[in-house]
């Protein structure tokens, strides 16, 4: 069984910054996988943060480039979120994802709330 277990959201002031953890449990590697981070504001779909591939390359929606880095520690089995700059908009729930090579499954954590005041 494999696990996503997001954690270090909270509430922040405009301009401050969040690290947000993403650790990977169960009979996985992520070294072999692409994973990602999303976020769902109320009222919302749910929308493309940033991605990484098992090769470390990585993609960002343009409301976060120069202010989102994504990472990934293997040795940890952990991917990471820091977050600088933050904007009252970036207010939502932030979920990781994991698409198995394996088992051809996308799974998905619980998610962590980021709530950003002006």
């Known amino acids: 069984q494999v696990q996503l277990v997001e954690s270090g959201g909270g509430l922040v002031q405009s301009g401050g910054s969040l690290r947000l953890s993403c650790a990977a449990s169960?009979?996985?590697?992520?070294?072999?996988?692409?994973m990602g981070w999303y976020r769902q504001a109320p009222g919302k779909d749910r929308e493309l943060v940033a991605t990484?591939?098992?090769?470390?390359?990585?993609n960002y929606a343009s409301f976060v480039k120069g202010r989102f880095t994504i990472s990934r520690v293997n040795a940890e089995n952990t991917m990471y979120l820091q977050m600088n700059s933050l904007k009252p908009e970036d207010t939502a729930v932030y979920y990781c994802?994991?698409?198995?090579?394996?088992?051809?499954?996308?799974?998905w954590g619980q998610g962590t709330q980021v709530t950003v005041s002006s």
């Open positions: 169960g009979r996985i590697f992520i070294s072999n996988n692409a």
């Open positions: 994802n994991l698409d198995s090579v394996v088992t051809s499954r996308l799974y």
């Open positions: 990484i591939t098992s090769s470390g390359a990585t």
